[in-house]
C-alpha cells in the first residue's frame, strides 16, 4: 500500500540556521506533495505544496523541492525563527485513489533562540 | 465563514460505550476526511468520502464506521470504544483531490477523545 517515509523525527537548530526535512513516498499517481505544519494544540495547516511539473517552489524562507524520478521531496526552511518551532508534516496523495492522502509521521523542529 | 466545525472537542467515554463525532464544512467543499493523531503517529487516514454519496476505507479503519450525511456532514461512529481509540481525532475537507489542482485540507480543530 502507499507509504510516505518522513526523516529526522526530531530536529533542533540554533536560531538563523537552516533545517530540511526529507520525505520519501512508495508510489503514487499523483502530482501534488504538501506539507503542513502544525503548532501545539493546534490544527494542521499547509504551508506550502509542489506539483511534479517543477523541481522546486519557494516562498519567502520555505522552499520545497521533488525528485519524482527519485520519489523524495524536501522542505527546506532558511533563516529559521523561533515561531518556526512547530510539527512539520510530508504527504503525499495515494496511487489507488487520488483523494487518499497519506501523511509521513512527523517532524518536530525546535529553534532555539 | 466557519470553516471545518467538529463536536465534540472533548469527550471521555468507557470501554464498550458508543459515540459518534460530528463534522460540517461550509466551503462547499467535495471530499472530507477523518484522521486520527495519536503520539509520535503522526496523522492517520480512518476514512474518507471523494465525493457526495462516496466513503472509503483509509489506513486504519477498524472499528470505525462513517456516514456521508450530504455534501457538508462527514460523522464517524464509534461503536463499542477501545482503550486503543484513546487519541485526537481530525476531520478536514478538500474541494478536490490529489491530481485535481485543489487538494490542499483543511482541518477541523480537532476532537480528543479518551476510553477508559
Known amino acids: 500500500g502507499e507509504n510516505v517515509e518522513q526523516h529526522p523525527s526530531t530536529l533542533s537548530v540554533q536560531e538563523g540556521d537552516s533545517a530540511v526535512i526529507k520525505c520519501t513516498y512508495s508510489d503514487s499517481a499523483s502530482n501534488y506533495f504538501p506539507w503542513y505544519k502544525q503548532e501545539l494544540g493546534k490544527r494542521p495547516q499547509l504551508i506550502i505544496d509542489i506539483r511534479s511539473n517543477v523541481g522546486e517552489k519557494k516562498d519567502q524562507r520555505i522552499a520545497v523541492t521533488l525528485n519524482k524520478t527519485a520519489k523524495h521531496f524536501s522542505l527546506h526552511i532558511t533563516e529559521t525563527q523561533p515561531e518556526d518551532s512547530a510539527v512539520y508534516f510530508c504527504a503525499a496523495w495515494g496511487r489507488v485513489s487520488s483523494y487518499k492522502l497519506i501523511f509521513g509521521s512527523g517532524t518536530r523542529l525546535l529553534v532555539r533562540p | 465563514n466557519a470553516g471545518v466545525t467538529q463536536t465534540p472537542k472533548f469527550q471521555v467515554l468507557k470501554t464498550g460505550q458508543s459515540m459518534t463525532l460530528q463534522c460540517a464544512q461550509d466551503m462547499n467543499h467535495n471530499s472530507m476526511y477523518w484522521y486520527r493523531q495519536d503520539p509520535g503517529m503522526g496523522l492517520r487516514l480512518i476514512y474518507y468520502?471523494?465525493?457526495?454519496?462516496?466513503?472509503d476505507k483509509g489506513e486504519v479503519p477498524n472499528g470505525y464506521n462513517v456516514s456521508r450525511l450530504n455534501k457538508r456532514e462527514f460523522s464517524l461512529r464509534l461503536e463499542s470504544a477501545a482503550p486503543s481509540q484513546t487519541s485526537v481525532y481530525f476531520c478536514?475537507?478538500?474541494?478536490?483531490?490529489?491530481?485535481?489542482?485543489?487538494?490542499?485540507?483543511?482541518f477541523g480543530e480537532g476532537s480528543r477523545l479518551t476510553v477508559l
Open positions: 468520502s471523494a465525493s457526495e454519496g462516496t466513503t
Open positions: 478536514a475537507s478538500s474541494a478536490g483531490g490529489g491530481t485535481s489542482g485543489s487538494g490542499e485540507l483543511f
